[in-house]
């Protein structure tokens, strides 16, 4: 069986998403609208230890990937699942050609390499073995003692860990990492929020130039992430989709033709929901919205000059 065959089947086992091989990031763009990166960036290179926490779709995948891109280290991405569990993480015995062989699990893979960031997502999912497993790595030990190799590996001075999660998920979720204070202190974090309206039109219109229609289509998505906090919804619309629809505008294709393949990732039964809310979504007054930004830029740009002319006069 060959490394992708035997990955293909750890992840069927465990339902977890992992990537082939570990690489640098490249052409990653991430909207720093909120000031992530410089917070995240002096957490990694000071603490070493990154949690994470947004709904779905916000950008947290996005920002590890920047912040690796950024650093210029390899990503050790791995989404958790319920049944994942710490030794599919670090090692576990396989037959290969007849013979049985040590399978090495991405953590091992992430030690020793000589620096890299370790991202695991949907950490919400993680059983204790796996707490337990990430612990010893962020305690004052650094390190974990692998039997199946006879082997301690320890954690460098890059060897930086990231963990995210999704605070509404509640399919599968096993509530014992928010309860572990003990795991929780060791990280600093984050709070992951979407991106302001006018930021999230901006991104897309990169893909498709219309800002009317890029505007209703975020309204759509805003409308859906309310939906889904209120449990009405099980999933909601993401930046990654709105860049999606936006390419697909660009392809050719028209407005109703976009907001029936965005219908289509909702439950049958939740789909004349999404319907409405596009309708609602239509009825916004672009101008009416610029009108508004541009009264609020301006109102920003008379505090600041008040603030520059007071304190010259307290010079």
Known sequence: MSEKE?????????????????????????????????????????????RLKGETGCGKDTLVAYLAQTLKTRLYDI?????????????????????????????????????????????NFAEQGIIGLI???????????????????????????????????????????????????????????????MAETKLIMKFYDDYEMCRKLVELASKTRELYKAGKLSTPITTGNLKNYSKLLHEGLDQSDVVDIARAMFQEEEQPTVLRAWEEAKEINVKEVLDEHSKRAKSRSSEQEEEEEDSLQEA
Request: with cysteine; proline share 3%; glycine share 8%.
């Open 6 to 50: 035997e990955q293909e089947r750890v992840a069927l086992k465990t339902g977890a998403t992992v990537k082939a091989q570990a690489e640098i990031p490249r052409d990653v763009i991430f909207l720093d609208e909120h000031g992530y990166v410089r917070k995240c960036m002096a957490i990694l290179k000071t603490v070493g230890n990154l």
């Open 135 to 197: 612990r010893s790595l962020t305690d004052d030990r650094r390190n974990i003692f692998i039997p199946e190799l006879e082997q301690t590996f320890t954690r460098g001075p890059n060897h930086f860990i990231v963990i995210s999660y999704n605070p509404a998920s509640k399919v599968g979720y096993s509530g014992t990492f928010l309860e572990n204070i003990a795991t929780i202190r060791r990280f600093e974090g984050q709070d992951i929020e979407y991106l302001s309206p």
């Open 79 to 123: 989404v958790l699942q319920k049944n994942t569990t710490s030794w599919d993480l670090v090692a576990t015995d396989t037959l290969r050609a007849g013979e049985t062989v040590v399978r090495e699990g991405i953590i091992v893979k992430w030690l020793k390499d000589e620096a890299g960031i370790l991202h695991l997502g949907e950490f």
